[in-house]
C-alpha cells in the first residue's frame, strides 16, 4: 500500500471524542509506549502539547521486581492528566492479572498489555510480541487481565504487531478475540515482529482489523509527519494514531498533528526560545524523578534527540558528554539555543522521514 501525501479537507471522525471504556479523549493523537523514554515527565509535556493518551512504560509482572526503583520511577504518575494508563508484559496469565490489580491499586485507570514489544529481553521470555506466536495463550492472558479489571471497573487494551512473521499475520484473528474477550481498544504496529524495526510500517492489516472490530482501533509505525497521520487515519479508518520515535525530542509534534487534522494547514516549527524553555523545564522535572546522577546522564538522550536535526548538535553532544552535573547541563543547553536563537527564529523543520529512520530505541 502506498499513502498518497494529497491533502484532503479537515475531518472530524464521526465518533470523535473517542472513547477508552468510560474516559473519553480529547483527540485522536497519542504518544506510544517506549520503554526507558515515555516516562512521566515525557508523557506530561506530550500531553501538554496535545497528545490526547500516553501510555506508562512497561512494568513487569513478576513480583519480585515491583519494589525495585525501576519499577516504583516507572509507576509514578503523580501530577499526571488522567486517564492513567499502565502498559503490563508477561508470561502467564495469572500473573498478568495480579500485575493489573497491583497497578490499578497504584492509581492505573486503563491496563495496557503488551503484545507489541520485540525486545529480547521481553520475546525471549515469551512475552511481549513473541506472544503473537502462541494466539491461545495470548488469548488466556487477555481473558485473565480482563476478568481481573473488571471488578474494578477498568479497561484493558492490546498493543500489537501484524503477526509474528510475514507468514504469520495473526493480528485479525488475535484482535477479534481480544474484542470478544472484552478488550476495549486495540492498537496495532504496521510491523510484524521478526522486521524488528526494519523495512515499513505497513497499514493494510490496520485497515483489516479496524474494519473488522467494532472498538476503537488505533493505528502506529512510522508516522511522524502531520500529513503521515492524516494519510494514515485515511486509509485505515482507525479511530486514532500513535506516535513513538518521532516524538523523541519533539514533543510538539502532537499539536502539529492536531492542528493539521482540524485545518488541513501546516503550524510553523516552535520558536527556539520555545524549544528552549521546553526543554529546560523537561530537564528539570526529569532530575526531579531520576535524582540529580541518574538524571543528567539519563537526560543526554534526550538533549540529543532534541539538538539532532540542528546545526552543532555533533559538536555538543560530545559536550554534554563530559558534564555531569545538573547545573552545568542546563547552561550548555542554555547557551547552545541561545547562541541557535542569534541566528534564526524558528528551528528548522525536520526532513520526512528522517526522525523514524534515525531513532531505534536500545532496548529495541
Ligand atoms: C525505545 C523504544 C522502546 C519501546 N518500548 C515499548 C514498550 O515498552 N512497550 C510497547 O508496547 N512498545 C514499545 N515500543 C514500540 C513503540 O510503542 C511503537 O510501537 C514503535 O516504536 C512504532 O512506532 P513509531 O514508528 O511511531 O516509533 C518501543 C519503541 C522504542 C523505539
Redesign the pocket.
Known amino acids: 500500500m502506498c499513502l498518497v501525501f494529497q491533502h484532503f479537507a479537515p475531518f472530524p471522525h464521526p465518533e470523535f471524542p473517542m472513547q477508552i471504556g468510560p474516559y473519553a479523549l480529547a483527540n485522536r493523537v497519542f504518544v506510544?509506549?517506549?520503554?526507558?523514554?515515555t516516562d512521566r515527565p515525557f508523557r506530561q509535556l506530550c500531553k501538554r502539547l496535545g497528545a490526547a493518551y500516553a501510555v506508562s512504560?512497561?512494568v513487569t509482572s513478576r513480583k519480585d521486581l515491583w519494589d525495585s526503583l525501576k519499577t516504583s520511577r516507572r509507576a509514578n504518575h503523580a501530577g499526571e492528566p488522567g486517564p492513567i494508563a499502565v502498559?503490563i508484559?508477561g508470561t502467564e496469565g495469572e500473573m498478568m492479572a495480579q500485575a493489573a490489580v497491583y497497578n490499578i491499586a497504584r492509581g492505573a485507570q486503563i491496563i495496557d498489555i503488551?503484545m507489541?514489544?520485540p525486545?529480547k529481553k521481553v520475546c525471549n521470555r515469551w512475552a511481549g510480541s513473541a506472544l503473537m506466536q502462541d494466539e491461545a495463550l495470548a488469548i488466556a492472558i487477555v481473558q485473565a487481565v480482563v476478568k481481573a479489571c473488571a471488578p474494578h471497573g477498568v479497561p484493558v487494551t492490546l498493543?500489537m504487531r501484524t503477526g509474528w512473521s510475514a507468514q504469520g499475520k495473526n493480528a485479525l484473528a488475535i484482535a477479534l478475540a481480544a474484542e470478544q474477550a472484552g478488550v476495549a481498544m486495540v492498537t496495532v504496529?504496521g510491523r510484524t515482529r521478526e522486521q524488528g524495526?526494519k523495512g515499513f510500517?505497513e497499514y493494510d492489516t490496520v485497515r483489516a482489523v479496524k474494519a473488522a472490530l467494532r472498538i476503537p482501533v488505533v493505528a502506529?509505525?512510522?508516522?511522524?509527519t502531520p500529513q503521515k497521520a492524516a494519510a494514515v487515519l485515511d486509509y485505515t479508518g482507525a479511530d486514532a494514531v500513535?506516535?513513538?520515535?518521532?516524538a523523541q525530542g519533539r514533543p510538539w509534534l502532537f499539536r502539529e498533528i492536531n492542528h493539521y487534522l482540524a485545518t488541513g494547514t501546516q503550524l510553523a516549527p516552535p520558536l527556539v526560545e520555545e524549544v528552549r524553555r521546553l526543554l529546560v523545564e523537561h530537564l528539570h522535572d526529569h532530575y526531579s524523578l531520576y535524582g540529580d546522577y541518574t538524571g543528567v546522564r539519563s537526560a543526554r538522550k534526550h538533549i540529543g534527540w532534541y539538538v539532532q536535526a540542528l546545526p552543532g548538535s555533533e559538536a555538543f553532544r560530545r559536550q554534554m558528554l563530559g558534564l555531569d552535573e545538573t547545573g552545568a547541563q542546563v547552561a550548555a543547553v542554555q547557551a547552545f539555543f541561545d547562541q541557535l536563537g542569534a541566528h534564526m527564529d524558528r528551528i528548522p523543520a525536520p526532513q520526512q522521514g528522517a526522525a523514524?529512520t534515525q531513532?531505534?530505541?536500545?532496548?529495541?
Do not use: F, L, S
Open positions: 506510544a509506549p517506549m520503554a526507558g523514554v512504560e512497561m502498559q508484559a503488551n507489541g514489544c525486545a498493543k504496529h524495526y510500517a502506529n509505525g512510522d508516522i511522524d500513535m506516535v513513538g520515535r518521532a523514524t531513532h531505534t530505541g536500545e532496548t529495541v
